[in-house]
Each structure stands twice: as structure tokens, then as C-alpha cells.
């Protein structure tokens, strides 16, 4: 009879290694299943990191095109995609070779091919190789199969005029005209890469705001900065069709007063959402319920309604990002191992969209801590009376403080500006102990650094902001 695993976990993105890697650490046996080559999931293959290498490429060449202003000439500077892309690769490569030896440091088997629940305590995996069947018995199992693309149902992906956010990493030229279809964190990311590359970008968006979950003060100030870069920023505006022909695209929107308008472009991006991946994954055959949307839902220790079977990541109706997977994968595994693990608060899972300006954010915006029934204050303080960020020439954007008026507790805080989601963490911590805005302003920080950005908003939000 084959070995019982203590848990098998299905799917190796940020939150199925990360509960791996604590499992072993726990001294759980345990058994994690992956369909594609290599570990690591959509974030570190086809989202989080092959994106961010790509912005990080954009925007140096972008700050190397002014690099004048600092007294250095650099003479005809020249965008080398193909080594952008390469240099993407490296660091994704290298990032799925370090998944695979934290694997063998904390004992865990690993299994690529596909896996199925089968029944209780039952998991089938197809292996890749040789299409053989096996099927391992576990104490516990954990659903971590993530999301995939999903797009409008008038709109047929093919990958080649019509891209998504997957295919669109291996495009291999650098549009003169690319017209983006949602101005979420994936489509805005995208939007800036290409923007910062020399690309004319038009970025269509249904809600009346770019990045409709952030606090609407920033939302507005990202659009102004963008429209500031000379993309074209559309919003308020409904998508009706998308035609291809072999050169191009041909896109109908619908503006706000009702009139149509046809957008021409080389390509099209859909970056209007991803879908859970909870079908065909053996669910029925325990009984875990599904949600008209696909998600399964779960409890603080993350269980299904199901005992023995655990959901963390995107498949569960939480925030879906790569952060909040692995603090939900180390919630299970801990409780698997009979320790007493503090439930997430989802209210203080940090958002972070690295565009250019880069947004930041982690609580409460100011118009749910209103609907939830605060009597607010808030402060904003503005980069450009920053000295750090004149120094680099950045003086874009803000921050703003949102707070209780009572206790003085800090609800949000909320970033756009120079470096913001390095700069969130800082917030992350302060509503993590729940200080309040007396506490930060009296917090003393380094000059000069961007971080004074922080002090200074909560000086303001107390009523006596020092350099403004």
C-alpha cells in the first residue's frame, strides 16, 4: 500500500509552494502536484514576475531618455526588446530552479502532472510523462489551482492580433499602436510597459475610474499622470467589438454620451479579469460547493465545507493576489499541523500596481470607512514637497491618510508616486498595530528619503503638515 501523505496540495503558485515549503517545515509529510514544467504557478511564469521585469526594462529606458537633466549624455539610446525579453526569462528561470530546492530542502515530493481529488483522502495525479496514473492517499487536501484568463464572450482570443495578458508577454515586437481593454492592475501595467517603450497606447475602461478598487483620489491623479505620459486614457467607456485584419485591429467602443467611436491599432489586449480554476479538479466527488463564479468557499483556517479539504489562493473569493495566497497557505498548513493560527484580516491584504507612477495601497479607502460607518479625517501630502523625489525628478503624485476621527486610528493608507509599493510597507505595518496618526507623526523618519512622505501626511492629517 502506498505511503499517506499528511497533505497533498494541488497547484505549486505562490500559495501552494509557500504551504509546501511550511508544511515541511511543520514536519508534515507532504506531496505537491504541478501541470505545467516547471514550479511556480501564473505569477512567477505568466503575471507577477515576468511583468514587473518588463517595467522594470521600460522604465529604465525611460529615465535613460531624460538622463540629460542629470548631466549625463547618453547619446541615441536603443530599446533592445529581444534582450528584454531574454532578461524576463532569466529571472523567471531562476525563480522556478530556487521553487525546486526549497522542494528538496524541506522533503517535499513532488509530482508534475495533473491532479484530481478522487474521493476522501484520495488524490489522482496524471503524470506528465508517460500519461500514468497514480493516486495518493493524504490526510488533508489543499486546492491551490489559481485562475487562468478569461475575457468578454464577445471577444475570441487568438493570440495573435487579440492577446492576453499570457500572450502578450511573448510578443516580440514593441507596437506602434496597442489598444488595451481594462485599467485594472493587469491592463495598466501593460498599458505603462508599452507607453514607456515608445508605443501610442489607448487604455479602455468601463468604470469611471483607472484602477476602480483604489481610493478615487488617487484613481483620478493616476489618470492625470498618465494622460501626462501621453497615453491615451479612456474611461467611462463601454467596448462593443473588436475586428482584425493581418496588420491591425479595429475596436468599437461606446463613449459616455452615448456615441461610438472606432480605435485603430497593431494589437489588442483583453485584460478584463481571470476565472478560478475550480472545474474538473474532483470537487463534486467530496461535495465541496462551487460559487456561481466558480470560487470555493472557505473559513479562517481556510477549510472547505468539507473536513479534510482546504482552498487558498484565487479559487477562493479573496483578493486575488500572490501575497495574500501565500499568507492564506501558510493559515492551512499551520492549522494542519495543530497550531492556532491568527485568521487573515483581508482589509489589511496591501494592493500594489506597479505602472508608472507606481500605486500603492493596504486598508480602508475613504469612501468604505464612511460606509462602514467611521466619522473620518483624512490628510494628503504631495511628492513634489519632497526633496528626495525632486532630486530624481519625481515629484509626481501623493499620499493620502485615511483615519478615525475618534480613536485616531489609521484606517488606509494610499499611495501613487516614486517607489509607492516599496514605500506601503511601512502602512502595512502600522495598520497591522493598529497604530494611530499621532503615533506615525511622531514616528521620526530619515531626510532625505521618500519615507517622509508618510510623516508628513500624518502631520496634515492632523491639522499642521511642516513642509507644505
Known amino acids: 500500500m502506498a505511503d499517506t501523505f499528511d497533505v497533498v496540495i494541488i497547484g505549486s503558485g505562490p500559495g501552494g509552494y509557500v504551504a509546501a515549503i511550511r508544511a515541511g517545515q511543520l514536519g508534515l509529510k507532504t506531496a505537491i502536484i504541478e501541470k505545467d514544467k516547471k514550479l511556480g504557478g501564473t505569477c512567477l511564469h505568466r503575471g507577477c514576475i515576468p511583468t514587473k521585469a518588463l517595467l522594470y526594462t521600460s522604465e529604465l529606458y525611460s529615465h535613460i531618455l531624460h538622463a540629460a537633466t542629470f548631466g549625463i549624455n547618453v547619446s541615441n539610446p536603443a530599446l533592445d526588446w529581444a534582450q528584454a525579453q531574454k532578461h524576463k526569462q532569466k529571472v523567471v528561470d531562476k525563480g522556478a530552479a530556487g521553487i525546486d530546492f526549497l522542494m528538496k530542502k524541506n522533503k517535499v515530493t513532488v509530482f508534475k502532472g495533473t491532479g484530481k481529488i478522487a474521493g476522501k483522502g484520495k488524490v489522482e495525479v496524471v503524470l506528465t510523462e508517460g500519461g500514468k496514473k497514480e493516486t495518493l492517499e493524504t490526510k488533508n487536501i489543499i486546492v491551490a489551482t489559481g485562475s487562468v484568463v478569461t475575457t468578454l464572450p464577445s471577444i475570441t482570443l487568438d493570440h495573435k492580433r487579440v492577446l492576453s495578458s499570457d500572450s502578450i508577454l511573448q510578443l516580440d515586437v514593441v507596437p506602434k499602436k496597442l ?7 493587469v491592463g495598466t501595467e501593460f498599458a505603462s ?3 514607456n517603450v515608445g508605443s501610442e497606447v489607448t487604455l479602455v475602461e468601463f468604470m469611471p475610474n483607472v484602477l476602480p478598487i483604489e481610493d478615487v483620489d488617487i484613481s483620478k491623479e493616476l489618470e492625470k499622470q498618465l494622460k501626462r ?3 491615451n486614457v479612456m474611461v467611462g467607456t463601454k467596448f462593443e467589438k ?3 485584419s493581418a496588420d491591425g485591429v479595429k475596436v ?3 463613449l459616455p454620451d452615448g456615441s461610438k467611436q472606432v480605435l485603430e491599432g497593431d494589437y489588442f489586449l483583453s485584460a478584463v479579469g481571470r476565472a478560478p480554476v475550480s472545474k474538473d479538479i474532483g470537487l463534486e466527488s467530496v461535495g465541496v460547493p462551487v460559487g456561481p463564479k466558480g470560487h470555493i468557499t472557505v473559513d479562517g483556517m481556510m477549510r472547505t465545507s468539507v473536513a479534510g479539504v482546504f482552498a487558498i489562493g484565487d479559487v477562493t473569493p479573496h483578493p486575488a493576489l500572490a501575497h495574500c495566497a501565500s499568507a492564506q497557505g501558510i493559515v492551512a498548513t499551520e492549522f494542519i499541523a495543530g497550531k492556532n493560527p491568527r485568521p ?3 482589509d489589511r491584504i496591501p494592493n500594489a500596481t506597479y505602472c508608472y507612477p507606481e500605486v500603492a495601497s493596504v486598508g480602508l479607502t475613504e469612501k468604505k470607512a464612511k460606509e462602514r460607518g467611521f466619522d473620518v479625517k483624512v490628510g494628503t501630502f504631495p511628492f513634489s514637497a519632497v526633496t528626495k523625489a525632486s532630486i530624481s525628478e519625481e515629484g509626481i503624485g501623493m499620499v493620502k491618510i485615511v483615519s478615525d476621527k475618534k480613536y485616531d486610528e489609521v484606517l488606509g493608507v494610499h499611495l501613487i508616486g516614486p517607489h509607492a509599493t516599496e514605500l506601503l510597507a511601512e502602512a502595512c505595518v502600522a495598520l497591522q498595530l493598529e497604530t494611530t496618526t499621532e503615533e506615525l507623526a511622531r514616528t521620526v ?3 532625505p528619503t521618500l519615507s517622509e512622505i508618510m510623516h ?3 502631520e496634515a492629517t492632523l491639522g499642521h503638515p511642516i513642509h507644505i
Open 193 to 195: 510597459i508599452f507607453n
Open 179 to 185: 489598444i488595451v481593454l481594462g485599467a485594472g492592475a
Open 242 to 244: 473588436v475586428e482584425t
Open 344 to 346: 487573515l484580516n483581508y
Open 456 to 458: 508628513e501626511a500624518a
Open 229 to 231: 505620459r501621453k497615453m
Open 445 to 447: 523618519h530619515a531626510h
Open 252 to 254: 468599437t467602443v461606446t
